[in-house]
């Protein structure tokens, strides 16, 4: 009798346990998400982390309707700091502009960048901007 009240428990056991590749384990904090930034009181600047190492940034008008690809990329982030690497450049009135690294905030982020000044050719760094999550 004890060996008939076992089998039945087992079972119930074997049901409950899932296996790990069942779970999902994508735990990446920025991949598929979409950021937004004002540029300019017309145009917002969106981010979006395509992959765990690839991003696109964009530039958009007041209904969000891409007018430009600004730049294009890879990254890393450890913990909540995110460093880029050095990307492409896509829209000519915005040359030169690069996200160097920023930190990831609960629902924002801020990221510092540089850009180049075309009349003298030179690097403008020290500025930063504020991103929120939209995705």
Excluded at 1 to 25: G, H, Q
Excluded at 26 to 55: C, M, N, Q
Excluded at 103 to 122: A, D, I, K, P, Q
Aim: glycine share 6%; hydrophobic share 40%; proline share 1%.
């Amino acid at each position: 009798m004890k060996k008939l009240l076992f089998l039945p428990i087992i079972a119930i056991l074997l049901t409950m346990v899932s296996c790990n590749s069942d779970e999902n384990t994508d735990t990446h904090p920025l991949k598929g998400t979409k950021w937004i930034s004002a540029f300019d009181s017309d145009r917002s600047v969106i981010l979006h982390f395509i992959t765990e190492h690839d991003y696109d940034c964009w530039l958009v008008n007041q209904n969000n309707a891409i007018i430009g690809n600004i730049h294009s990329g890879t990254y890393s982030i450890v913990d909540n700091n995110i460093s880029f690497s050095e990307g492409v450049d896509f829209a000519a009135n915005l040359r030169g502009f690069e996200f160097i690294d920023g930190t990831l905030r609960s629902g924002s982020m801020v990221l510092n960048y540089r850009y180049m000044v075309s009349f003298v050719w030179e690097w403008v760094y020290g500025r930063s901007r504020t991103f929120v999550k939209i995705q």
